[in-house]
C-alpha cells in the first residue's frame, strides 16, 4: 500500500508534473513583445502576469491582441476551444494624436464573423465611429435587436473572431 502511494507523491513533485501550468513568465514576455515596452514602463503591462494564476497548458501560441477602446488592456488568450482568457492592464502611453476614424456613424459595414474554418458575412449600419483596431456597436440591417460590438478591420468593414 505504501508504494503506489510513494509513487504518486513522487509524480506530483516531480517537475514534470509541475510543468502542467502555462508559465506566467512566457505570458510576460508575450506580453513585452506585443506592446513593444517593458513591464512598468507607458505603453507597456503595469505589472507581471499574477504567479498564482494556474492556466492549463495551451496547445497554441496565445492569441494577444489590445481591449477596450482606448486600449487599455491587452487580451491574451488561448486560442483552442474552451481556451482560458486573461485581461492585462497597460500603464497610459502618452498621447499621441489620435487615429482618424476609418467608419462613421452610420455608415453601412460589412460584418465579419471568423472562426475555425469558416467566415459569416453580413451588413450592417455602425453605430458608433471608429478608427482601425477600435470596437464599435453595429447593428445588422433587417435586424431591430441590440447592437453587437464588432472590431473595426478596414474602411467599410467591422469583424469579430470567435474562439
Given amino acids: 500500500m505504501l508504494r503506489p502511494l510513494a509513487a504518486l507523491l513522487l509524480l506530483t513533485a516531480s517537475p ?3 510543468q502542467q501550468v ?3 513568465a512566457a505570458l ?3 506580453v513585452e513583445a506585443f506592446t513593444g515596452a517593458p513591464i512598468g514602463a507607458n505603453g507597456g503591462a503595469r505589472q507581471p502576469v499574477d504567479r498564482r ?3 492549463a497548458p495551451c ?3 496565445p492569441a494577444l491582441e489590445y481591449y477596450g477602446k482606448a486600449r487599455e488592456s491587452v487580451l491574451v488568450r488561448c486560442p483552442v476551444a474552451n481556451g482560458w482568457r486573461i485581461f492585462v492592464p497597460l ?9 482618424a476614424p476609418v467608419i462613421a456613424r452610420g455608415e ?3 460584418i465579419l464573423v471568423q472562426g475555425r474554418g469558416f467566415t459569416l458575412s453580413r451588413q450592417g449600419e455602425a453605430m458608433d465611429a471608429g478608427a482601425a483596431g477600435e470596437w464599435i456597436r453595429v447593428r445588422p440591417l433587417g435586424k431591430r ?3 453587437v460590438r464588432a472590431q473595426v478591420l478596414r474602411p467599410g468593414t467591422v469583424g469579430m473572431r470567435l474562439p
Fill in 22 to 24: 502555462t508559465d506566467p
Fill in 108 to 110: 453601412a459595414v460589412a
Fill in 91 to 99: 500603464n497610459a502611453a502618452p498621447q499621441t494624436q489620435e487615429a
Fill in 16 to 18: 514534470a508534473f509541475a
Fill in 28 to 30: 510576460d514576455r508575450a
Fill in 145 to 147: 435587436n441590440d447592437p
Fill in 59 to 61: 496547445p497554441a501560441q
Fill in 53 to 55: 494564476l494556474r492556466l
